[in-house]
């Protein structure tokens, strides 16, 4: 039962908001809760909005759904009209009670959007536009109301009934079934409904909030995966008490659920009280889960917590302000998990810990916004129009708008960031509002007049600044020269860019002994305390000159990435290499590493499309094999610098992408690590062992990713026996997940160097073990999904052979995710094979896809949305088999996705 939407597709614009005719006061809904056809009785108190033009309808949103009967102030009424996308009710007083009913069939809906059944439990979806498949109404977030919500179901089959808020009452009914019945006090939009019902278990802990009131919270699962439930309990703790101690907000109701559901296309959801959450970010435990999973689920679980404030107490005026809850959120949950890295550390480690957890950030920002802001899907932050809401979930939205919440942060600092934050909640809590009531909260809580910096939400695209500089010996003064611009967008982005930004640029100075210097600004009595200066930058171009400076320094520009650009500035390879070894900013050091090795892996690339031969100067190797061999440095920082920018990273740098020089280039560079600093690979692995218990302390896990790296370089050698050994040793003897797949991922590595079938004893006992563990299947999926392959054995034949697994469906997006996602988006030199077999396996995919899920499908048919970058021959089949996906797929979502590819 997929969308089977409308040929031409509807247009929403920005500029077209109008308030809504009415207001829906109050909601209680009623579900007999069957999976073939459940019925739904929702009565409404409606009154007209004062603040809205008269309309003569009440006009409501539906979607596969059928009416059964509509009854207003207690008398049948029949000036009902039926349609596609809704129905309207003619003759409608100026406040009434409607009670409609109506039918829907969860067991059918395969869209995993709206009420819907996995393993044989109902769950609910509803952000964006999900409440609508489930009973009629005013689906959009700007109509706020209460809800009371009875589940009725047979008791043996769903002995667990939830839903938002307080449970008021339970109880039996005739013919072996039972009711609850919830009340959820606080006003919200319909996108934060849920319903669970199910067999289902919980574990729980009370706890008391910062007022010492008594809070009961439960995480809901299946029973067998009860064994897995601690890590998110703990998480939740900490995100309560975080959002406690950094921004004094509690959580507002007396219980707090959270539930893990195997069937979800997102990552999870924050429905007021009742948190639904894909499987793979809730369930961990050390034999099933990696260090990635525990982080992940870290993360995820304060992200839906933190928005119990960000996004549902304050909720989006309409679906343009998205990154207003997620944006924001985003940016609460990445300072929260960098936070908890911290820890009790003391101040130097812990701002290392935390430098990582920045690192990972931007490193995703660069590798997945970047790309999509030079694409054909190029919105700013705050878009000013979309077809399929849905599509908007993107990187922009998510962690471009982090990247703007963290400027105001760096511009006011941590106070001034929180007074901000006060007074957007002293005003706007239990409203639906705009980015702007944002921005000016900030604004007026700080004295600052912000007008210019609305830009960031509404330019799309990536802003350049480049970077000149000159010393003046006898003067003793350094100039520094800014001027921000933007690079070469496509036409949509390029309508946007109206003027240049309001921008934090952070920026040091190191002196030849490798120590930063003092900074004193031009007109400045004295320099300033610390080394790095916030220079503010609000003309294209500006210049800035300290003075006092002793020596001709070497800049280090956009200090912990302080505002998200690309910086222009031509370092040489020794100046890298310096600062690669010398700068006290981590974020910088490790930024200066990415650059120089950048540059050597697309001249490789470069190389590698003419044939002619590769070659690596020593003293590249030798600037990373001191990082490697610095036992000052932390292991998870050393690990972020070893590893090597994507293979999909670098295509995109290139002039035009051609995945198999990178591949070539980017493995020539991982064999001459693994071979030139052999020895210090293998002492890495020794020194960084962790014997005993697992445990998922920054420690900990930096000691295994830093051994896991070297693992995996050890198995790039032309004779990779060590790593054999090794692997086989580790996998044999793994107490937790991490080191059982990194073991697993190296024997396939070296497997494909040798030619042979090392791994295969190994993967086969891996399925074994645990077959009965579907996240850790996907894994398996995932891994052999990754294979570099080779001429002989391409992975797109393994790839098509395990899509007719008998443990793979298109059904489950995780195994979706897992197998056909891993493939066409991180296996880029495989999936853009020359002969174009990839392409046709991504479409016969979406096209299967669109049938089921459509926004699992339009996330796959992202897969090559940037076919205008690549060399011609790919470039031809790319545009090929979007056409053919174009002429066959039905759905609003993939229509959007592939036409604006096409352009
Ligand atoms: N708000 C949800 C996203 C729901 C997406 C619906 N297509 C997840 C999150 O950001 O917390
Ligand atoms: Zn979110």
């Avoid at 295969?760 to 996240?775: M, S």
Wanted: net charge negative; glycine share 4%.
């Amino acid at each position: 039962m997929a969308d089977s939407d409308i040929a031409t597709p509807a247009v929403v614009h920005r500029a077209d908001y109008a308030p809504p005719a009415f207001l829906i006061e109050t909601v209680a809904l009623e579900f007999d809760l069957a999976s073939e056809r459940t019925r739904v009785r929702n009565t409404m108190r409606v009154r007209r909005n004062p603040h809205a033009v008269h309309a003569a309808r009440f006009d409501l949103m539906g979607e596969q759904i059928q009416f059964v009967s509509a009854t207003l102030d207690g008398k049948p009424h029949t000036a009902v009209h039926v349609h596609e996308s809704g129905l309207s009710i003619d003759q409608v007083p100026d406040a009434f009670e409607l009670t409609l009913e109506s039918l829907c069939h969860p067991a059918e809906n395969t869209t995993l959007s709206g009420l819907y059944v996995s393993g044989g439990h109902f769950f609910t979806q509803c952000e964006a536009e999900g409440f609508r498949r489930i009973t009629y109404f005013l689906d959009r977030p700007d109509v706020m109301s209460t809800y009371t919500v009875t589940l009725r179901a047979d008791k043996a089959a769903y002995p667990v009934l939830l839903s938002n808020g307080n449970l008021l009452e339970e109880g039996d009914l005739p013919d072996g079934r039972h009711f609850a019945r919830w009340d959820d006090p606080f006003r919200k939009p319909s996108y934060l409904f849920a319903l669970v019902a199910g067999k289902l278990e919980c574990i729980e802990e009370r706890v008391k909030s910062a007022s010492g009131k008594e809070k009961l919270l439960q995480v809901w699962v299946e029973p067998h995966d009860l064994d897995k439930t601690r890590h998110a309990m703990d998480s939740l703790i900490h995100s309560i008490r975080w959002d406690e101690a950094r921004y004094g907000l509690e959580l507002d109701l007396d219980r707090f659920m959270i539930v893990a559901v195997s069937d979800f296309t997102m990552g999870a959801m924050e429905n007021k009280g009742l948190n639904i959450f894909s499987s793979r970010y809730l369930l961990a435990n050390p034999e099933t889960a990696t260090d990635t999973d525990f982080a992940n689920i870290e993360a995820v679980v304060g992200h839906e917590y933190f928005h119990n404030w960000t996004g549902n107490r304050v909720t989006c005026r309409d679906w343009f302000q998205l990154s207003l809850k997620e944006g924001l959120t985003k940016f609460r949950d990445q300072e929260f998990s960098a936070d908890m890295a911290a820890g009790d550390e003391a101040n130097a480690s812990a701002d290392a810990a935390r430098a990582t957890k920045r690192i990972a950030n931007v490193r995703t920002l660069q590798q997945a916004q970047f790309a999509e802001a030079a694409g054909p899907m190029a919105h700013p932050v705050r878009p000013e129009s979309y077809v399929e809401i849905n599509n908007f979930y993107t990187t922009t939205v998510y962690n471009n708008g982090a990247e703007v919440v963290r400027m105001y942060q760096t511009l006011f600092g941590r106070d001034g960031f929180r007074k901000g934050m006060d007074l957007y909640f002293k005003r706007h809590d239990g409203q639906a509002v705009t980015c702007d009531d944002f921005r000016h909260a900030m604004s007026d809580a700080n004295g600052r007049d912000l007008a210019q910096f609305e830009r960031w939400y509404s330019q799309a695209g990536t802003p350049r600044v480049a970077v000149k500089t000159a010393y003046d010996a006898a003067q003793r003064s350094y100039r520094v020269t800014l001027t921000q611009s933007y690079g070469e967008s496509l036409a949509a982005a390029r309508e946007t860019q109206k003027g240049p930004l309001l921008m934090p640029f952070s920026i040091g100075l190191i002196g030849k002994d490798g120590k930063d210097l003092p900074l004193r600004l031009e007109g400045e009595a004295s320099a300033a305390p610390g080394t790095t200066r916030v220079l503010e930058l609000t003309e294209a171009t500006q210049t800035f000159t300290f003075v006092d400076v002793a020596e001709q320094p070497l800049p280090s520009l956009l200090r912990d990435f302080s505002a998200p650009v690309i910086v222009e500035y031509d370092y040489t390879t020794e100046e890298l290499a310096f600062l690669l070894a010398h700068d006290s900013d981590p974020f910088n050091r490790w930024d200066a590493g990415q650059r120089l090795i950048t540059r050597e892996l697309l001249s490789l690339a470069q190389h590698a499309a003419e044939g002619t031969a590769l070659s690596l100067d020593d003293s590249v190797v030798d600037a990373f094999g001191r990082v490697l061999a610095d036992e000052s440095l932390s292991p998870s920082f050393r690990e972020l610098v070893l590893m090597l920018p994507s293979e999909g990273y670098l295509a995109e740098q290139m002039a035009e992408s051609n995945p198999a020089a990178i591949h070539t280039a980017r493995q020539y560079v991982r064999k001459r690590f693994a071979a030139a600093l052999k020895n210090a690979w293998l002492a890495a692995y020794e020194q960084n062992r962790t014997p005993g218990a697992y445990e998922a302390t920054a420690k900990a896990i930096g000691h295994r990713a830093l051994k896991n790296l070297a693992l995996s370089y050890l198995a790039e050698l032309d004779d990779p026996s060590d790593a054999i050994r090794l692997a086989r040793a580790q996998y044999d003897a793994a107490n937790n997940m991490t080191d059982r797949e990194a073991a697993l991922s190296a024997l396939l590595s070296a497997a494909t160097t040798r030619g042979d079938a090392i791994a295969e004893p190994v993967l086969a006992d891996f399925y074994k073990r645990y077959e009965t563990e579907p996240l850790v299947i996907d894994k398996w999926f995932a891994l052999l999904a990754r294979q570099r392959g080779s001429a002989s054995r391409p992975t797109i034949d393994m790839v098509r052979n395990l899509s007719s697994h008998p443990a793979f469906t298109l059904k489950n997006p995780n195994r979706v995710y897992a197998l056909i996602f891993t493939f066409c988006a991180a296996n880029p030199a495989q999936f853009h094979a020359a002969d174009g077999s990839g392409y046709a396996f991504w479409a016969e995919q979406v096209i299967a896809l669109d049938a089921l899920n459509p926004a699992v499908a339009a996330r796959l048919a992202r897969s090559l949305e940037m076919w205008h970058r690549f060399t011609p021959t790919l470039r031809e089949k790319m545009r090929a088999a979007l056409e053919q996906v174009a002429a066959r797929v039905k759905s609003r979502a993939v229509r959007e996705i592939v036409e604006k590819a096409l352009g």
